[in-house]
């Protein structure tokens, strides 16, 4: 099994930067940061891809040039960065891993983890 925690959510103003962590833990043998992604859910909405390493199918028109993933697979963590949010990206965001295919829907995914809330007031 793989484990994962999110990290660095929280309340930011319009235009504010976050960083979001996921760390994996467990059969990480089994994954690689190849294999994970982001995942955003927002109130009252269906949970949607953000973004994964190295696939560009499925990103929200919304976030592109403003977010960006990256990762390290000896620390088995990937990293989202969020710049110039928006209200509109107030959602609880989470990491996958374990994908498969195409890995901007969720079906792809093995393994979820609990979300970060992000809010981000105007």
């Known amino acids: 099994q793989v484990q994962l925690v999110e990290s660095g959510g929280g309340l930011v103003q319009a235009g504010g930067s976050l960083r979001l962590s996921c760390a994996a833990s467990g059969r990480t043998d089994t994954i690689s940061i190849w294999t994970m992604g982001w995942f955003r859910q927002a109130p009252g909405k269906k949970r949607e891809f953000v973004a994964a390493?190295?696939?560009?199918?499925g990103v929200p028109d919304s976030v592109k040039g403003r977010f960006a993933i990256s990762g390290d697979n000896e620390k088995s963590t990937v990293w989202l960065q969020m710049n110039s949010l928006k209200p509109e990206d107030t959602a609880v965001y989470y990491c996958?891993?374990?994908?498969?295919?195409?890995?901007?829907?969720?079906?792809?995914?093995?393994?979820w983890g609990q979300g970060t809330q992000v809010t981000v007031s105007s």
């Open positions: 996958a891993a374990g994908g498969r295919g195409d890995r901007h829907y969720e079906t792809a995914y093995d393994y």
């Open positions: 390493p190295n696939w560009n199918k």
